[in-house]
Nanobody, 126 residues
């Protein structure tokens, strides 16, 4: 599967953005899909994950819980990340990643994901 992340941009603190991770070549319905981000000078970190379409489970990093919502659109074959109440510390390049989960799996670990999209830059100004 190929992943294409989009929707990044510049916004003032308190504003909202919606990122989209589009899949091609294969339905994302069978995949768990996560969002990660990398701020300047920092390591890439987990943001959110959604299980395969039959699982309905979601998980968020504490820093975004209550502000970000991850969702799946099977018709469009996308995984979206709605980001509200954005803060300057949310500034980062955001990446989506996918995995066909088998067995034990830690969704917060980058090494678990086999497919990655290119990043999309989110800049939040104060």
């Amino acid at each position: 599967v190929q992943l294409q992340a989009s929707g990044g941009g510049s916004v003032q603190a308190g504003g909202s953005l919606r990122l989209s991770c589009a899949g091609s070549g294969r339905s994302l319905g069978s995949f768990a899909v996560g969002w990660f981000r990398q701020a300047p000078g920092k390591e890439r970190e987990f943001v959110a994950v959604i299980s395969w379409s039959g699982g309905h489970a979601v998980e968020y990093a504490e820093s975004v819980k209550g502000r970000f919502t991850i969702s799946r659109d099977n018709d469009k074959n996308t995984i979206d990340l709605q980001m509200n109440s954005l803060k300057p510390e949310d500034t980062a390049v955001y990446y989506c990643a996918a995995d066909l989960v088998t067995g034990r799996w830690n969704p917060r670990q980058q090494y678990e994901y086999d497919w990655w999209g290119q990043g999309t830059l989110v800049t939040v100004s104060s």
